[in-house]
């Protein structure tokens, strides 16, 4: 007969240890495990078989013991947020056991707990609530923090693993605009996607632009709805990208440079594009640093040092202090309306905060 840990309530469920943080000690049947399991969280993982396999002959040969550090959680609302696996596994050996277990867990909380098991971008994105389509739509998120003034240079940031869920659940819509259903798997370079994905956050009156635009990018093609020069405008990118093509990856200067051209010039041409408005040659992004004299300055490497153009169309994340969390920052607005109102002029949706956080969990 299986040996447990701890002494057995003499029936039904038994808690012991309540405090007001909603922290309390139970006696989990695998009725009441099974309860909980039926309102996991849509950004759960997908359970692991082989470890609710491994937890319950744990669980069977009297192996499991029960940890006071080693907390399920579950939000006010009933939702679990962490713990499924040692659910499950109650579940399948049929033997109750203690656990302790916050009643009162929230959704950031998902940014620090179970660490032990590593989390891919796709779960992470699922987290947040967001549909992980591919590592395009990553490279398009991260060319939002780009930056063009960070030490007079073009300064190639990167969301952290465990912000980048949220931002994409935040620019779901937008992601939506840059990565249409029925888009081909051409143009989706990542500066490319992340200039269309700034303007769409930037001009969310232009989104229907914006997609003929990436149209006639991808299929190379005139879209008869715009004049000539409109449908040259948008052509004019797919001749840059053959031009950069050969600088596009690695993490080395050169390679810098060609990323923050292809981007800066996607922001340009698609910025013309969207506002009706066409240029006869492909714009100048960046002119060569001078010395007093006039003189055209070079590196230790004999190269041109350029000096880069400001953001020609600026959101309201380029606010955010650099180190910041997203979520943080926000929540922060959420708490300032004065200071979200002054933003909603570069794109911030004022509404999204009512839906956007821990009440979306039972979305």
Known sequence: ???????????????????????????????????????????????SKDAVS????????????FVKGLVIQITPDGYVLDGQHRLAAVVQSGIPQW???????????????????T????????????????????????????????????ANYS???TEISYVMHYFQPELEVVFPKNSSGDMRTGPIRGALLRLAIAHPDKHKEIQDFIGILASNR?????????????????NSVSKLAGGLSGNYP??????????????ILAGKFIDGKFLKKPPKVYEDKTDESGNKIKDANGKFVPVYMDNPSPIWLDFKPKHQSFLAYVESLNRNPAEAKKLQALGFDFRRLATDGEDSISA
């Open 222 to 238: 005139n879209n008869p709805a715009y004049s000539h020069q409109l449908n040259d405008t948008a052509l004019m990118l797919r």
């Open 54 to 65: 491994k937890y319950a002959a744990a669980m069977r040969n009297g192996d499991w013991k």
């Open 254 to 267: 050169v390679h810098t440079k060609f990323r923050y051209e292809l981007w800066m010039t996607t922001l």
């Open 119 to 154: 989390r891919g971008l796709a779960q992470l994105a699922a987290m947040a609530g967001c549909v992980f389509h591919s590592s395009f739509h990553v490279s398009a998120v991260n060319a939002l923090r780009w930056d063009t003034k960070a030490s007079a240079t073009f």
């Open 1 to 47: 007969m299986p040996q447990f840990s701890g002494n057995t309530p003499s029936g039904g469920e038994s808690r012991h240890d309540a405090n007001d943080s909603g922290l309390e000690k139970v006696w989990v049947t695998p009725e009441k495990a099974e309860e909980w399991l039926s309102r996991r969280a849509v950004f759960q993982r997908k359970i």
């Open 159 to 161: 969301w952290p693993n």
């Open 99 to 117: 656990f302790m277990v916050d009643f009162n867990a929230v959704r950031s909380n998902f940014e620090v707990i179970d660490r032990g098991r």
